[in-house]
């Protein structure tokens, strides 16, 4: 396998494929983004069901969730303070969500 770095000075990252480990039977659709949140849990957003996959630093499966309040991953985005925001692009939607995948707040359509 090739070694892949990539950033500079202080900012570099080394990729690696495959990363994560799913449940049996649980596949990733087009991933959308990624986030982190402050206890470095990774969410993955991808066009699949369901939309968030919860996992640990090391790649471990914890959670996952959002079927059928998310149509279309397109965005997430992190806040320093763990303020989950999701970008729904069928429906036209910002949704601010718990940790956990509790809707909190929805802005658009």
């Not at 369901?50 to 279309?72: C, E, K």
Request: aromatic share 12%; charged share 20%.
């Amino acid at each position: 396998m090739a070694r892949i770095i990539v950033g500079t000075d202080d900012y570099t990252f080394e990729m690696v494929r495959p990363w994560g480990t799913l449940p049996a039977g649980m596949s990733f659709g087009t991933i959308s983004h990624v986030a982190v949140d402050s206890a470095d849990r990774v969410y993955v957003y991808h066009r699949g069901d369901p939309p968030v996959v919860v996992f640990d630093v090391d790649g471990n499966y914890l959670s996952s969730w959002g079927s059928g309040v998310i149509a279309d991953a397109h965005g997430i985005y992190m806040t320093p303070n763990d303020d989950l925001f999701m970008v729904d692009r069928d429906v036209h939607e910002v949704i601010k969500f718990t940790l956990d995948g509790k809707p909190l707040l929805r802005l658009g359509q």
